[in-house]
């Protein structure tokens, strides 16, 4: 059987003697992960897609059990501008690691796959790293109807309330706020996800 569907890669590692585990986030099908086999030096095949790179993707399942095997990718956003800042590739990562955790958990997709590619552009073009986590968190948490807003954000102190407020209502390059502030706000709204709602959060 083949699947054909829009995918963006989250993660990737190697796998046995000469395959990649592919973990990718399909549009339409939600969690998936495929095995490519690793090129050779001596070959041209440059099929696999890099770290973040979302495109149209051909794999073949050969069973509900069995390893699922890409057979074609089509690159059509790459995001090259997160490569090369380290603090844009450490808040992507974790943003995709969020996702790899949570994706296997949702019904519908449409706002998730919205979200990540809005994120990964900011990522890419702006430096407000930190920032664009916080934001992509909470608006993941409210699209999915956890009541991050009453039950989070309300509770928080008047002055971090407002400021928190301003951070997720306004656009990224106006916002100037110290990262490690930015840095405690995301391990708060991390730690109301894991006491008060079904959503996991990497280690």
Same mark, same amino acid.
């Not at 409210?142 to 951070?167: C, D, F, H, T």
């Not at 656009?171 to 840095?183: C, F, G, L």
């Given at each position: 059987?083949?699947?054909?569907? #829009?995918?963006?890669?989250?993660?990737?590692?190697?796998?046995?003697?000469?395959?990649?585990?592919? @973990?990718?986030?399909?549009?339409?099908?939600?969690? #998936?992960?495929?095995?490519?086999?690793?090129?050779? &030096? %001596?070959?041209?095949?440059? $099929?696999?897609?890099? /770290?973040?790179?979302?495109?149209?993707? $051909?794999?073949?399942? =050969?069973?509900?059990? =069995?390893?699922?095997?890409?057979?074609?990718?089509?690159?059509?956003?790459? +995001?090259?501008?997160? %490569?090369?800042?380290?603090?844009?590739?450490?808040?992507?990562?974790?943003? %995709?690691?969020?996702?790899? =955790?949570?994706?296997?958990?949702?019904?519908?997709?449409?706002? %998730?796959?919205? /979200?990540?590619?809005?994120?990964?552009? *900011?990522? *890419?073009?702006?430096? #407000?790293?930190?920032?664009?986590?916080?934001?992509?968190? +909470?608006?993941?948490?409210?699209?999915?109807? +956890?009541? @991050?807003?009453? $039950?989070?954000?309300? $509770?928080?102190?008047? #002055?971090? &309330? *407002?400021?928190?407020?301003?951070?997720?209502?306004?656009? @990224?390059?106006?916002?100037?706020?110290?990262?490690?502030?930015?840095?405690?706000?995301?391990?708060?709204?991390?730690?109301?996800?894991?006491?008060?709602?079904?959503?996991?959060?990497?280690?």
């Amino acid at each position: 059987m083949f699947l054909k569907d #829009q995918g963006c890669l989250l993660s990737k590692a190697p796998t046995g003697e000469d395959h990649n585990l592919l @973990v990718f986030f399909l549009k339409n099908n939600g969690l #998936q992960m495929v095995l490519s086999r690793r090129p050779s &030096k %001596a070959s041209t095949f440059l $099929n696999d897609p890099d /770290l973040f790179e979302s495109g149209e993707l $051909n794999i073949e399942k =050969k069973g509900e059990n =069995k390893p699922a095997f890409l057979k074609e990718f089509v690159p059509h956003s790459r +995001y090259q501008g997160i %490569a090369r800042k380290y603090k844009a590739l450490k808040a992507a990562s974790r943003l %995709a690691r969020f996702y790899e =955790k949570n994706l296997i958990h949702m019904e519908f997709f449409d706002a %998730a796959w919205e /979200l990540l590619h809005t994120a990964l552009d *900011s990522f *890419s073009s702006k430096e #407000q790293s930190d920032t664009i986590l916080l934001k992509s968190l +909470y608006v993941f948490a409210r699209s999915e109807g +956890y009541p @991050v807003r009453e $039950n989070w954000l309300e $509770n928080l102190s008047p #002055q971090i &309330k *407002s400021e928190i407020a301003s951070v997720i209502q306004s656009p @990224v390059d106006s916002i100037n706020i110290e990262s490690a502030k930015i840095t405690a706000w995301i391990r708060n709204l991390e730690i109301f996800f894991q006491h008060h709602t079904d959503l996991l959060v990497p280690d």
